[in-house]
């Protein structure tokens, strides 16, 4: 009877690239999308924007962007996408190539993105944010960690050939730490309500075999490395009912911390993803970048700008989100 308009969206399409948004663990978030999606007979690729600052592969199609498969040097110490691909082939019996893109500016990562898209013949582009940081469009109260979020989605929106462009964000106030406000992320979605830039929501189940292979990868990390991803581990045990001071899973740096794990942390928030790189207050400047040093700057002169002219939108302090 009711059917999120995402569904609707992406079901003409056959071929698909589904990217972590803001690199690092953000794939991880994608596992069930990615399965669900190979399941129903649709053609996904996978790729994120790594930390990685070298990978040993001969296995490059463009200067910045790199294939990653369970044959690829392995890193001793932290190497997500390597991961999961040895997870996929040693625990799910899949064979998974990431595709990798350098930590750069918007100039390199866009270039990087097209290549790819072109190589691929995709048809649509899905990024999944774990957290809600993707969301803050400039003058919030606090930004989180945006860098490389917007890089992705400015990214993403300006790639010619793909019909479909998508940004998903699950994993509401984990990253309240970062300072993000899940009343101006509600806010923010609410905006895109009336610009129908906003395209539903659908929630991670525990029984469910694909949010399972997603709750697999996060177990089978967290035995293998001292730090696992705080992010997705907090949006597992939402999956699993965890509440309030869940502390499964996590790492140390959670030691001194009071979590709150809830439900809504593993709803899965849909956007037509143009519509919010409309919104994206610094996109121009942003545009420029070429390093990520240079991605830093634009957003440090961006906010000392808006404090100046005292226009940063201030949080209501009864709020508890």
């Given at each position: 009877m009711f059917q999120c308009r995402f569904l609707k969206e992406i079901e003409q399409y056959n071929k698909f690239l589904v990217c972590g948004c803001g690199g690092g663990f953000d794939v991880y978030s994608s596992i069930p999308l990615v399965s669900t999606l190979r399941s129903l007979g649709k053609t996904v690729e996978v790729g994120n924007l790594t930390f990685m600052r070298q990978i040993d592969t001969k296995s490059k199609l463009h200067d910045q962007l790199y294939?990653?498969?369970?044959k690829t040097k392995e890193d001793p110490y932290y190497f997500p996408e390597r991961d999961l691909v040895e997870y996929a082939k040693n625990i799910l019996n899949e064979e998974w190539t990431i595709w990798v893109f350098a930590r750069e500016g918007y100039k390199h990562v866009s270039q990087a993105y097209q290549a790819l898209v072109d190589h691929l013949e995709t048809e649509c582009v899905i990024i999944v944010d774990g957290g809600t940081d993707s969301l803050m469009f400039g003058d919030e109260d606090r930004l989180g960690t945006p860098e490389e979020d917007i890089v992705s989605i400015l990214s993403v929106a300006d790639l010619k050939g793909p019909q479909c462009k998508v940004l998903i964000s699950v994993g509401f106030n984990v990253d309240s730490f970062h300072g993000v406000r899940g009343y101006q992320f509600l806010e923010n979605v609410s905006s895109l309500i009336?610009?129908?830039?906003?395209?539903?929501?659908f929630q991670?189940?525990?029984?469910?075999?694909n949010v399972k292979k997603y709750i697999g990868a996060l177990d089978y990390i967290t035995k293998k490395r001292e730090t696992n991803s705080i992010v997705n581990c907090s949006i597992v045990n939402s999956i699993?009912?965890?509440?309030?001071?869940?502390?499964?899973?996590?790492?140390?740096?959670?030691?001194?911390s009071v979590l709150f794990i809830n439900p809504i942390m593993s709803v899965c928030w849909c956007?037509?993803?143009?519509?919010?790189?409309e919104r994206i207050m610094?996109?121009?400047?942003?545009?420029?970048?070429?390093?990520?040093?240079?991605?830093?700057?634009?957003?440090?002169?961006?906010?000392?700008k808006l404090e100046k002219k005292?226009?940063?939108k201030k949080h209501p302090q009864k709020l508890i989100c």
């Open positions: 294939k990653v498969t369970s009336k610009t129908d830039g906003y395209w539903g929501l991670y189940y525990k029984d469910d075999p699993e009912g965890g509440f309030g001071n869940d502390q499964r899973r996590m790492d140390y740096r959670t030691n001194s956007f037509d993803l143009l519509k919010v790189s610094y996109k121009k400047q942003l545009k420029k970048t070429v390093t990520r040093l240079d991605v830093q700057r634009v957003i440090v002169k961006w906010r000392k005292k226009k940063i």
